[in-house]
C-alpha cells in the first residue's frame, strides 16, 4: 500500500495571498509555477484544495451575524470587511469551482499541470449537509430531514409544494450548524443522489476527503436524528425511505465507494473520523482515517499512551484495531480544524513530532503554513489571512526534514513499527520511543528513532529487516552527525542500544560494511 503526503492548501485564501504577492488576480489556472514546482521538490504526492466549492449568501449570512464568529475574525484578522467572509466551504451551495477561484477550466487546467509533476488533486466531499443555498432545498426537498412544524433545530423552506421544516446539520455532540441543511440517509433515494454527486466530483479529482464521515453511518445518524422520525407518510412502499423496517439497512458507504473504484480503483478515499469509529471505516472500504487519537497524545504530551496507541493497534490481530490499521491512518500534527503546531510546540519539540508524523507508516498529511511556522488558526469562513513572519527555525526543519525523507524508503517500501525493550529493570524510558523501520529493496533500510520526552531515554530495539543478522551495518544518521559500525547478529539478537537526548529525532540509514573493531561513538558521546 501506499503512503501519501499530503498538503492541505486553504484555497480560498492561498489564492488571494498569491495575488496580493503577485499584484494580479491569480486563479486556479494560472498559479505561479514556482508553487508547484515547491510541491513536488518537497516530495508531496497529493494536494488537497480545502474550501473550492461555491458558496452562497444565505449561508454566508450566517458567519457575518454570528457574534462568536465575528469575535474571531477580529482577533485573526483585524480590520475584516465583510467581502473577506465568503461563508463555510463546508456550507456548498454547488459542488462547482466559483469564477473567482477559477471556474471549473481553471480547476481542470490546475489538475493537469499537477499530474505533470506526478501530483495528485484531493477535493472536499461533504456528505452528511448541504448550504442553504443549495437548489435541492426547494427542488428536491424530500431528500432532507424535516419536521412536520416549527422544531428546536429546523428552519422554514418555502418550496413549490408549500413550506417545509428543514433540519439544519449536525453531529450529535454539539448544536447545529446554522449555515447547513441536513439530508436524510434514511432515504433511498438521498444514497442514490448523494452517489451521484460523489460521481461527478470523482471525474474532476484524484481523491476525497469526506468531511465528518461517520455522521452518516446507519447507527449514528438514527441516534442523532430520532426526535426527527420519517414522517409517517413517507414510509409507504415505493416511497424512497431506505430500508424501513428491516434490522440491517445498508450503509452508505460501501456502495458509493465501491461505484468510484470500479471504475478508478486508485482513487484516494480520506475520512475524517473520530468517536473510535475509525477502524469500522476502515472496513467500510476508506483507504485512510484520520488518526486523531495520535494528535491528541501528542498535543496532551501523553508519551507512553502514544507508543500504546501506535504498537497496539499494529500488533493487534482482532478487535478495533487491524495489522494495518495505522498504515491506514492519516497522521497529522495540524489541519484546519485544530491549533497551529507552532503556537503550542516550542520549535526545539516541532522536530521530533513532525519526524515522528512524517516517518510513520500510513498517510503523512501536512497543512499549508506549517512549514513556515504560522501560529494562527483561521476559521474557514474567511477568504483572507494576515501574512505571518517565517520563523526560520520551523522553516529550516521542513527544508531538511521532507528532502531528506524522499532520499530514504519511508513512504515508498513497507514500514514496521518496532517495540523497544528496557535498557536495564528500573529505567521506564523505552516508553517515550517511537521507533519505524522502512525497507525498500534488499541491503539496505531506514530507522526513525523519536523520544518524545523533555529528558534523555534508553532502550534497546532488535531490527527485523531482512538479512540484518547476516552482515554488518553502517548506521549513518541524515538528519545529525552520528555514524556506527554494528554487527548483523547483535542488531538482529538483542537490538541497537539507543541513549539519546530530549526530544530526540534521528533518522538512521543502514546500509552493509566491512566489519571493524570498537563500538561507535556519536558526536554527543552516546552510544547508538
Avoid at 477561484?101 to 481542470?108: D, I, P, Q, T
Avoid at 466531499?125 to 428546536?152: C, E, I, Q, Y
Avoid at 549513518?476 to 554494528?486: I, N, P
Amino acid at each position: 500500500m501506499p503512503h501519501p503526503l499530503l498538503y492541505e492548501v486553504n484555497t480560498r485564501c492561498w489564492l488571494g495571498a498569491l495575488s496580493e504577492r503577485h499584484g494580479r488576480p491569480v486563479r486556479l489556472g494560472d498559479v505561479p509555477q514556482e508553487e508547484l514546482d515547491y510541491w513536488a521538490r518537497l516530495g508531496f504526492t497529493h494536494i488537497w484544495l480545502m474550501g473550492v466549492w461555491t458558496t452562497g449568501p444565505r449561508s454566508r449570512a450566517h458567519a457575518l451575524n454570528d457574534p462568536h464568529l465575528r469575535a474571531t475574525f477580529d482577533k485573526v484578522l483585524p480590520g475584516w470587511k465583510p467581502p473577506d467572509v465568503p461563508g463555510s466551504p463546508f456550507a456548498v451551495a454547488d459542488f462547482r469551482v466559483p469564477r473567482a477561484l477559477g471556474g471549473e477550466a481553471g480547476l481542470r487546467q490546475f489538475r493537469k499541470r499537477l499530474r505533470a509533476r506526478g501530483l495528485k488533486l484531493v477535493l472536499d466531499f461533504v456528505p452528511n449537509h448541504l448550504g442553504l443555498d443549495h437548489p435541492w432545498l426547494r427542488s428536491r426537498t424530500d431528500l432532507f430531514v424535516r419536521s412536520a412544524g416549527p422544531a428546536v433545530g429546523a428552519f422554514p423552506e418555502d418550496t413549490p409544494n408549500g413550506i417545509a421544516w428543514i433540519a439544519h446539520g449536525k453531529d450529535p455532540y454539539f448544536p447545529p450548524w446554522a449555515d447547513t441543511a441536513q439530508l436524510d440517509y434514511r432515504r433511498a433515494d438521498t444514497h442514490a443522489a448523494m452517489r451521484e454527486l460523489l460521481h461527478d466530483i470523482s471525474t474532476r479529482c484524484d481523491g476525497v476527503r469526506c468531511d465528518m464521515a461517520m455522521l452518516v453511518l446507519n447507527d449514528v445518524f438514527a441516534r442523532t436524528w430520532e426526535a426527527f422520525p420519517c414522517p409517517a407518510e413517507r414510509r409507504g412502499s415505493g416511497t424512497g425511505i431506505l430500508s424501513v423496517g428491516e434490522e440491517s439497512p445498508q450503509e452508505f458507504w460501501p456502495a458509493a465507494i465501491r461505484m468510484v473504484k470500479d471504475r478508478r480503483p486508485d482513487f484516494l478515499f480520506l475520512a475524517e473520523v473520530y468517536w473510535d469509529l475509525e477502524h469500522r471505516l476502515q472496513q467500510l472500504g476508506f483507504d485512510y482515517t484520520y488518526d486523531k487519537w495520535l494528535y491528541d497524545h501528542l498535543a496532551h504530551h501523553n508519551y507512553y499512551e502514544a507508543q500504546d496507541h501506535l504498537l497496539e493497534a499494529a500488533d493487534s490481530e482482532s478487535g478495533q484495531a487491524a495489522p494495518d490499521f495505522i498504515a491506514r491512518s492519516a497522521h497529522f500534527l495540524e489541519n484546519h480544524d485544530e491549533h497551529r503546531i507552532a503556537s503550542w510546540l516550542p520549535a526545539e519539540h516541532h522536530r521530533a513530532a513532525a519526524l515522528l508524523v512524517l516517518g510513520l507508516p500510513g498517510m503523512r498529511l501536512l497543512h499549508e503554513g506549517q512549514l513556515h511556522g504560522a501560529q494562527l488558526q483561521l476559521p474557514v469562513q474567511l477568504a483572507r489571512r494576515l501574512e505571518e513572519p517565517t520563523d526560520p527555525e520551523v522553516a529550516q526543519l521542513y527544508e531538511t526534514l521532507l528532502p531528506t525523507l524522499g532520499r530514504t524508503a519511508i513512504g515508498r517500501g513497507e514500514g514496521k513499527l518496532l517495540r523497544p525493550a528496557r535498557a536495564w529493570r528500573d529505567n521506564p524510558t523505552d516508553r517515550n520511543f517511537i521507533l519505524v523501520q522502512w525497507q525498500a529493496e534488499a541491503n539496505q533500510f531506514d530507522l526513525v528513532v523519536v523520544n518524545l520526552a523533555p529528558y534523555p531515554s534508553q532502550c534497546f530495539v532488535p531490527l527485523t529487516a531482512e538479512g540484518v543478522a547476516m552482515k554488518h551495518w553502517q548506521l549513518v544518521d541524515l538528519l545529525g552527525t552520528e555514524r556506527h559500525v554494528r554487527s548483523g547478529a547483535e542488531l538482529a539478537g538483542r537490538g541497537l542500544f539507543l541513549d539519546v537526548p530530549s526530544h530526540a529525532a534521528q533518522l538512521f540509514h543502514c546500509s552493509p560494511t566491512a566489519p571493524r573493531l570498537g563500538v561507535g561513538v556519536g558526536a554527543n558521546g552516546n552510544r547508538a
